[in-house]
């Protein structure tokens, strides 16, 4: 995807006078340990960052060189996490969305447009427009998806510091073969997610 086209869907609320529009993406959302993060990030219309995509298409070192970028030339950013209890309480979907909350709550300047990846829509209080398959489409989406894809990356490898047993600053979280023999020989640490255990530990 070049960037001119990653500014499509941006150029197209462009047109109808929308201003300040703004990418929001999570990272997270399936890992049996750890928060999710999510992002929100205004970049000024039309800026050009090569190399600029979809997170999971890209290795981890890209990731990390657009990262400072990100966070030095966008107009606004804010990164919101909710934890493993809180997903727990409420579930994956709706702590997904307090996460996205809590990152438009850190914007400095109110976008008059909010582009969401994927498919569930959620009253932010300013208009929103959820775009399938939006962090390899829009621009913004794709800023939000670093910053939290990298965000998340470093929390779990400091988690790891603390629960060296489980391995999370290689898997982050995610159900790899190694993840789960760590659970079978030391049980779940307090940063697991109880309500994504339930069936490894046949609970009902």
Same mark, same amino acid.
């Given at each position: ?14 047109? #109808?006078? !929308?201003?300040?529009?703004?990418? /929001?993406? =999570?990272? %997270?959302?399936?890992?049996? @340990? ?36 990100? #966070?030095?030339?966008? /107009? ?5 996490? &909710?934890? #493993? ?9 709706q702590a ?6 809590? @990152? ?9 447009? /909010?582009?969401?990846?994927g498919n $569930?829509? $959620? ?15 829009? @621009?913004?989406? @794709? ?5 939290? *894809? ?7 490898? =400091? ?5 060296? #047993?489980? %391995?999370? =600053? ?6 790899? *073969? &190694? ?6 020989? !030391? ?5 697991? $997610?109880?309500?994504?255990?339930k069936k ?5």
């Amino acid at each position: 995807m070049s960037l001119e086209n990653m500014w499509q869907i941006e150029d197209s609320f462009y047109a #109808q006078g !929308y201003q300040v529009i703004c990418g /929001v993406d =999570e990272a %997270g959302r399936g890992p049996l @340990a750890g928060p999710v993060c999510a992002a929100a990030v205004i970049l000024p219309k039309h800026l050009e960052i090569p190399g600029l995509t979809d997170s999971k298409k890209m290795t981890d070192k890209k990731r990390r060189e657009l990262f400072p970028l990100i #966070q030095e030339q966008a /107009v606004a950013y804010g990164i919101g996490l &909710a934890s #493993q209890e809180e997903i727990d309480e409420i579930n994956i979907l709706q702590a997904t969305f307090l996460a996205m909350e809590r @990152a438009l709550s850190q914007l400095n300047v109110r976008p008059d447009m /909010v582009l969401i990846d994927g498919n $569930r829509e $959620r009253d932010f209080g300013v208009p929103v427009q959820t775009v399938i398959k939006g962090d390899s489409l829009s @621009a913004n989406i @794709a800023a939000a998806s670093i910053l939290a *894809k990298v965000t998340r990356d470093n929390l779990m490898m =400091e988690l790891a510091q603390q629960y060296p #047993q489980y %391995g999370f =600053e290689i898997h982050k979280g995610y159900g790899t *073969k &190694a993840h789960y023999e760590a659970l079978r020989q !030391y049980g779940a640490s307090p940063i697991h $997610r109880r309500s994504f255990l339930k069936k490894f530990y046949g609970e009902k």
